[in-house]
């Protein structure tokens, strides 16, 4: 079966979950995807906790199907073992701070005279230019600029930190699809582009709701939201009589009128988009009903019914979930040094040319040789550059 990006070739300069996490989908559909990392060190999520036997299994999970090598790119030889590189492939994917690359002789007007195809991906957290260019980040920072985290949280309006990094995981997906766009350009008209994304802009985008919300409320006095923070009884997390949780999104008037009558409350209806003391009646209401079973007792009870909820899964709920198994989306690998080890499974269905585990993650350099001996080195070269500390 071949691969949907079989023979695209893209050199990986990037560093840390945020763009392995696209890579890995890159590598997942098929692309050749050479991860180049600075000699000992590597990339730095390879180190970062919870630790496996050796690395870290974060990193473990988000570098599968990539191969690696080590190259020192403050070295002359190194700038140019990257230049003849640039000449095999299609894409270049980075991560340095603005500027760092053109510093380095290796920006993408300088790669562009060596191949005019080339497809040149920079991803950071603030972008190229505006003051916060240059400004250090991690996620949080990111979503408190386009004003996602303080839309988060419940009623008390207090900004609640998302347990998973969303803009990092977002700007994967972002740069993988920016990346595609560009080959498909690339490929109609041979002529490549330099493509530049932010975290913080792709966060901006993210928070269309509220963004127009504010908008609506400038033009209008009586606008309502979408009733989606958790401050209005038809959009909430209940506890059951176990001490877990069920959530239940009934934002549409059928799905909220359903889940009221399964519990004998239809005289709640009205409070579906409550606010203030009214929420607070219903939504009390609502949970003293929940506490009477278990969350295996509702959730039997909620099966086959019209109405949105699931289950509040932890961890292990969520390995035991028949709705993750049955779409693959925890498998395991084997590697070479940690043994067989669980991983997220590709999260898009292809009927003809679907993503898969090749290869598990690569150890550090694991390719550099056998790189190095494609573009001509001798043993004698490499075991030159191994010395100079160039690899």
Same mark, same amino acid.
């Given at each position: 079966?071949?691969?949907?990006?079989?023979?695209?070739?893209?050199? !990986?300069? +990037?560093?840390?979950?945020?763009?392995?996490?696209? #890579?890995?989908?890159?590598?997942?559909?098929?692309?050749?995807?050479?991860?180049?990392?600075?000699?000992?060190? =590597?990339d730095y999520m390879r180190w970062m906790p919870p630790k496996l036997k050796k690395e870290g299994a974060v990193f473990l999970m988000a570098n599968r199907n990539k191969k690696s090598m080590t190259l020192n790119l403050k070295k002359d030889k190194g700038k140019d073992i990257i230049r003849q590189l640039v000449k095999e492939h299609d894409v270049l994917f980075e991560s340095f701070r603005p500027g760092v690359m053109d510093k380095l002789g290796l920006g993408y007007e300088a790669l562009k005279e060596i191949n005019p195809k080339l497809v040149f991906c920079s991803s950071t957290g603030y972008g190229q230019n505006g003051p916060y260019k240059s400004r250090p980040g991690h996620d949080m920072n990111y979503l408190s600029v386009a004003g996602i985290l303080n839309a988060s949280g419940q009623s008390e309006k207090v900004p609640s930190i998302p347990s998973i990094p969303v803009a990092d995981m977002s700007i994967g997906i972002f740069s993988a699809f920016s990346i595609?766009?560009?080959? /498909? *350009?690339?490929?109609?008209? @041979?002529?490549?582009?330099?493509?530049?994304?932010?975290? %913080?802009?792709?966060?901006?985008?993210?928070?269309?709701?509220? /963004?127009?919300?504010?908008?609506?409320?400038?033009? +209008? *006095?009586?606008?309502?939201?979408? =009733?989606?923070? @958790?401050?209005?009884?038809?959009?909430?997390?209940?506890?059951?009589?176990?001490?877990?949780?069920?959530?239940?999104g009934n934002i549409e008037d059928k799905f909220w009128i359903n889940l009221l009558k399964l519990v004998n409350r239809e005289d709640l209806v009205k409070?579906?988009?409550?606010?203030?003391? !009214?929420?607070?009646?219903? /939504?009390? *209401?609502?949970?003293? /009903? &929940?506490?009477?079973? #278990?969350?295996?007792?509702? $959730?039997? $009870?909620?099966? @086959?019914?019209?109405?949105?909820?699931?289950?509040?899964?932890?961890? !292990?709920?969520?390995?035991?979930?028949?709705?993750?198994?049955?779409?693959?989306? $925890?498998?395991?690998?084997?590697?070479?040094?940690? =043994?067989?080890?669980?991983?997220? =499974? &590709?999260? &898009?269905?292809?009927?003809?040319?679907? @993503? *898969?585990?090749? %290869?598990?993650?690569? %150890?550090?350099?694991?390719?550099?040789?056998?790189?190095?001996?494609?573009?001509?080195?001798?043993?004698?070269?490499?075991?030159?550059?191994?010395?100079?500390?160039?690899i």
């Open positions: 079966m071949t691969a949907a990006l079989k023979g695209i070739r893209i050199l !990986d300069l +990037s560093r840390l979950l945020p763009f392995n996490y696209c #890579t890995m989908m890159l590598a997942d559909l098929g692309a050749e995807v050479l991860k180049v990392e600075e000699p000992k060190i =590597g595609l766009a560009g080959i /498909i *350009e690339s490929n109609r008209t @041979g002529k490549g582009q330099y493509i530049e994304l932010s975290m %913080t802009d792709c966060m901006v985008s993210y928070n269309m709701i509220n /963004i127009a919300g504010y908008i609506a409320r400038q033009q +209008s *006095e009586n606008v309502d939201d979408l =009733g989606i923070t @958790g401050d209005t009884p038809c959009y909430n997390i209940l506890k059951t009589k176990d001490n877990k949780f069920i959530s239940l409070y579906q988009y409550a606010k203030g003391d !009214d929420a607070k009646f219903a /939504i009390d *209401e609502l949970q003293k /009903i &929940f506490l009477s079973k #278990t969350r295996k007792e509702w $959730l039997a $009870l909620l099966e @086959g019914q019209d109405i949105c909820y699931a289950p509040v899964n932890d961890i !292990d709920d969520l390995i035991d979930d028949p709705q993750v198994s049955k779409r693959d989306m $925890l498998l395991e690998m084997e590697h070479p040094v940690e =043994g067989k080890i669980k991983t997220v =499974g &590709f999260p &898009f269905k292809f009927s003809k040319t679907p @993503g *898969e585990i090749k %290869t598990p993650t690569p %150890t550090l350099g694991q390719h550099t040789d056998d790189v190095l001996k494609i573009l001509g080195y001798s043993d004698k070269q490499i075991a030159e550059l191994k010395e100079k500390k160039v």
